[in-house]
Structure formats: C-alpha cells, structure tokens
C-alpha cells in the first residue's frame, strides 16, 4: 500500500503559476496510475488529470493548456505544474495512485487558494 502526501499548495493571485507535488512512500510510483482531483468549497471533488504507468495524461478541459501533470519514478514523486491560475482553480487538491486492480489510495490534500 502506498502513502501519498502533497506538497506547495498557498496563496497566489490570478495569472500566477504553483506546483504541486505528491510524494509516495511504501511501494514504488511505477506501478500506478496517478491522477489529480480537486474539491472547492461546497463542490464535489473533481478529476483534473491523469498520468498513466506509460506517461500518457489526459484532463479536464477547463484547465487543459494550463495545467500538467509530470511524473519521476525514480524519485517517487508526481508534479501538477498549474499556470494562469483562475479564480474557479481554489480548492484542496489531492494525489491519487490507482493500481490496474483497481485500488486507490488519496493523500491529504493541499489548499490552493487563488485571489484576484
């Protein structure tokens, strides 16, 4: 089972850029599938994008453009590099790993709060 924590989330303004980071620890990266979600205030969580085991990402098409989603397996660690950050992009940002089974784990979460 892997442990996944988030990192770099704070407070910018409008049209800054922040990267996040998710850290694994326990089992190695490579075996997941990892993706991004987000959940505003009084929202839903919602997907944000994808890497797969092979590098392919996909996304939501509000941040589609802005946003990316890396990942170095070597260092067990995913990157969602978010630039021209809108108002509607706060939210608490999660990491999550899938494995081809199917299991999920989340990390904590880290606030992202953009201000005009």
């Known amino acids: 089972q892997v442990q996944l924590v988030e990192s770099g989330g704070g407070l910018v303004q409008a049209g800054d850029s922040l990267r996040l980071t998710c850290v694994a620890s326990?089992?190695?990266?490579?075996?997941?599938?990892m993706a991004w979600f987000r959940q505003a205030p009084g929202k839903e969580r919602e997907f944000v994008g994808r890497?797969?085991?092979?590098?392919?990402?996909n996304y939501r098409d509000s941040v589609k453009g802005r946003f990316t989603i890396s990942r170095d397996n070597a260092k067990n660690t995913v990157y969602l590099q978010m630039n021209s950050l809108k108002l509607e992009d706060t939210a608490v940002y999660y990491c999550?790993?899938?494995?081809?089974?199917?299991?999920?784990?989340w990390g904590q979460g880290t606030q992202v709060t953009v201000s005009s």
């Open positions: 326990g089992r190695t990266l490579s075996t997941y599938d």
């Open positions: 890497i797969s085991r092979s590098g392919t990402t």
């Open positions: 999550q790993g899938q494995l081809i089974t199917g299991y999920e784990s």
